[in-house]
């Protein structure tokens, strides 16, 4: 099956910090999504981008079909942005979402 | 907003015994999962329902069976529970190609 390898798996931020989280996928997909999982493990979907630019606030995401990989990059990080961040895919029509690992954020005040 | 309900937040059992964790969703979704979740695997399919009385497995069905007699309940059933399923529980539904709700999770401990 697809594999998803999500890096770092732990990151460590002073408030006010940018960082960027890193998705690659081993296989041509059709559905990708970005999912936020609060510390009380509450899952939110941040965005869904199978290719191209997304922004939302101080989140935005790039996902690079072609070359297999997704970056989500947090700006300006806040306390409440900790947690932790999953990546996903799908083949086909997006039943059987593959989670990556996990890159777990803290966000120090 | 589109609410998933999982009905135990922490749950304890022996080994052996046959645990039943309900999940509920109110916006009459189609598609229901069941996904395990231990630390640096990510999620993991345990099963899928795409309506009433229908089922996939996804990539760990080993050890469960899964229950929807009806649209908005989904039951995940440990048939004899054992210390390797000690795990978070996340029950989500889908309606369209990604919007994803997941429910709070059930924090199981097989003792």
């Known amino acids: 099956g697809i594999q998803v390898e999500q890096s770092p798996p732990d990151l460590i931020l002073q408030e006010g910090a940018n960082s960027t989280l890193r998705c690659n996928f081993s296989d041509s997909v059709n559905n990708l999504q970005w999912f936020h999982q609060n510390p009380w493990g509450q899952l939110i979907n941040l965005f869904y981008?199978?290719?191209g630019t997304k922004q939302n606030g101080r989140l935005s995401a790039t996902t690079v079909a072609t070359e297999r990989y997704s970056l989500l990059y947090i700006s300006s990080s806040q306390t409440t942005d900790s947690g932790v961040y999953f990546c996903?895919?799908?083949?086909?029509?997006?039943?059987?979402?593959?989670f990556g690992g996990g890159t777990r954020l803290m966000v120090k005040p | 907003d589109v609410k998933v309900t999982q009905s135990s937040r922490y749950l304890v059992k022996r080994t052996g015994e046959k645990v039943f964790l309900e999940c509920v969703q109110d916006?009459?979704?189609?598609?229901m999962f069941w996904y395990r979740q231990d630390p640096g695997l990510g999620l993991r399919l345990i099963y899928f329902?795409?309506?009433?009385?229908?089922?996939e497995k996804g990539d760990i069905p080993e050890g469960y069976s899964v229950s929807r007699e009806k649209k908005e309940r989904f039951s995940l059933i440990l048939e004899s529970a054992s210390t390797n399923q000690t795990s978070m529980y996340l029950c989500?539904?889908?309606?369209?190609?990604?919007?994803?709700?997941f429910g709070s999770g059930t924090r199981l401990t097989v003792v």
């Open positions: 996903a895919v799908s083949l086909g029509a997006g039943n059987m979402l593959t």
């Open positions: 981008i199978p290719s």
């Open positions: 329902s795409y309506d009433v009385k229908m089922k």
């Open positions: 989500a539904s889908k309606q369209g190609a990604y919007g994803y709700t």
């Open positions: 916006m009459d979704h189609e598609n």
